[in-house]
DNA sequence: CCCATTTGACCTCA
DNA sequence: TGAGGTCAAATGGG
């Protein structure tokens, strides 16, 4: 359970936002269950009750939260202080000799705060969703008490841009594999195609078109298996060219920590081509399965995750809707 | 050669 | 003091 993110809020507030993240977890897996053993016919009602439930809580957590989606721009260094280095490649600064290696580490104190409770959002999916941005792996950290090590990401445009979004990627379950995705801070980067979120999973596609629009990167056309140790990446190669060759790119499932980290996240930017993401979202609607889902009905308060995302776009970080 | 990922070391915070 | 977050050298792919 994520709580970093309200570790200054009231303790009985806290406990509140405690136990509605708890309730999603519990619809997230509740979703599953639905997409999973229900026909057609029921599906549609069930879905719809399911995608209330979370959004409820949702909304729920976005108000507790104070309605605000603070950033982390605190914790990180700023450009010009002393700790930024305007993305010193790993490779210039030509002397940077073994002599200086420890010169180096020592310059390193105090140059970033850990991350201490910011806001926060996270999005409990199946898959590994795309949500129109560019990350980079940046670290990947063994959780005590985790089956899965849990994976950093910042924003590609940190350094060209400035963008101090960052996210977090954790395996929290194995059957039926769900991820758990946070986000730190708003995107201030001007590239990108999309803040939404398109939902890739393979074994959702053939229930949720009532109200999303989903979208398959199956490559042979195999409509990837319902195993559910498939990867839920497996039909994800498509998109970047890092998904190409590593097939299990950001498929956490296999880790284990006795052996290397060979299956371990690698890319997470997996981006539509502005083709694709514009023609679906020309259709004013949202596609997602992650459990901030929106409908097509109620777009003002189920679109958490992507009003989130709309709004960050705000240069002054103000929420704007 | 450039860029992303991997991974061990370092740093902060509870 | 240990867990978690970040950095950056090493590595590898395109």
Redesign the pocket.
């Known amino acids: 359970m994520d709580s ?1 993110w309200h ?1 200054n809020l009231p303790a009985n507030r806290k406990k509140a936002i405690d136990e509605l993240v708890r309730g999603q977890e519990i619809a997230a897996q509740l979703k599953l269950v639905v997409n999973r053993s229900i026909g057609v016919d029921e599906s549609v009602f069930a879905k719809d009750l399911v995608k209330k439930i979370m959004n409820s809580f949702n909304s729920s957590l976005y108000m507790l939260n104070g309605g605000e989606f603070d950033e ?1 721009a605190s ?3 700023q450009v010009g202080s002393p700790c930024w ?1 305007g993305r010193k490649s ?2 210039d600064s030509g002397e ?1 000799g ?1 002599g200086t ?1 420890e010169l ?14 910011s806001h926060s959002r996270t999005d409990d999916s199946t898959t590994l969703t795309d949500d129109g941005h560019a990350w ?6 063994v ?4 089956k899965y090590p ?1 994976n ?1 990401f ?1 924003c ?1 445009h940190k350094y060209d841009q400035q963008c101090q979004a ?1 996210k ?1 990627v954790q395996r929290i379950q194995d059957e039926p594999p769900l991820f758990r995705t946070t986000y730190y801070g708003h995107h201030t980067c001007k590239n990108l195609l999309k803040a939404s979120q398109f939902v890739l999973d393979p074994s959702d596609h053939r229930h949720d078109r009532d109200s999303s629009i989903l979208i398959s990167f199956n490559s042979n056309g195999d409509h990837a298996s319902n195993k559910p140790s498939d990867s839920p990446l497996a039909s994800f190669q498509t998109v970047k ?2 998904c ?3 097939e299990d790119s950001m498929n956490m499932p296999s880790y284990d920590p006795t052996t ?3 299956n ?6 997996y981006l539509l081509s502005p083709d694709d993401y514009l023609s679906a979202f020309d259709h004013g609607d949202v596609i997602s399965g992650v459990n901030s889902s929106c409908t097509t009905s109620s777009h003002s308060l189920d679109m958490d995750g992507i009003m989130m995302e709309s709004a960050d776009f705000d240069d002054d970080g103000v929420f704007g809707f």
Do not use: F, M, W
Request: net charge positive; charged share 40%; proline share 2%.
């Open positions: 970093s570790g982390v914790q990180i260094p280095d790993s490779k940077s073994k290696a180096k580490v020592k310059d390193r104190r105090g140059c970033y705060k850990r991350r201490k409770s980079r792996k940046y670290g990947q950290k959780i005590l008490n985790a849990r950093y910042r590609t960052i977090q060219k890092e190409c060759h590593k290397q980290y060979n371990q996240a690698s890319s997470s930017d």
